[in-house]
């Protein structure tokens, strides 16, 4: 119980929990990111309870949002980025109360690589969402009609399929497993309806 109210362990996990999040917004269907992000957050959200809490550090956190959308943006974005990385570093860092009020309860250099390497991938990702968003199909969604794909999660009620080189979000009537080959029956936006291919 005493390792898991380390500040750095509760800080590591609330990162892993966003993390997982983000990757269960990507890949929805699967179910291993929404239960691993439910339960991570869960057992973070237990520990900042617990735990002694800076609440200007997590404002400061919850404030670099800002600059960070301005660099999306293409506004002033190396300034933007660095006051990001800045406000992301120093409110990790004084996230819970230490013992010295001017001693960070989080290690520092933990910090500064979790903010990186997590700042580097919202960075990565959210540039990919926005350019996906802008860019004009490269084929048309009517074709998709009739195609066959394979099942990359258990579809039940909804899942995902790997269709002409990319994944899509996919219904069916019936429960489909994992790994199965499916047809396309029809289309609903970005969602296709589709059925198992009896062997």
């Given amino acids: 119980m005493a390792i898991l109210l380390d500040p750095n362990i509760a800080y590591l996990l609330l990162v892993v929990g966003f993390l997982l999040t983000v990757f269960a917004l990507i890949t929805p269907g699967t179910g291993f990111f929404e239960a691993g992000a439910v339960i991570v957050l869960g057992v973070a959200a237990w520990l900042i309870f617990m735990l002694d809490i800076n609440v200007w550090a997590l404002v400061l956190l919850v404030l670099a949002i800002v600059p960070f959308v301005f660099a999306i943006r293409n506004k002033q974005r190396t300034l933007n980025l660095a ?87 996919a219904i069916s009537d019936a429960p489909i497993d994992e790994g199965q080959k499916v047809k396309v029956i029809g289309r609903e936006g970005f969602i296709l309806h589709v059925e198992q291919i009896e062997k």
């Fill in 83 to 169: 006051l990001t990385l800045f406000a992301f570093v120093f409110g990790s860092a004084f996230m819970f109360r230490s013992e010295v009020w001017w001693q960070p309860a989080v290690n520092p250099i933990l910090a500064i690589f979790v903010s990186i390497t997590a700042g580097g991938f919202f960075w990565l990702t959210t540039r990919k969402v926005l350019e996906a968003s802008h860019s004009r199909p490269s084929h048309d969604l009517s074709d998709l009609v009739g195609s066959e794909g394979e099942t990359r999660s258990p579809i039940d009620l909804e899942g995902s399929i790997y269709l002409k080189g990319e994944l899509w979000t």
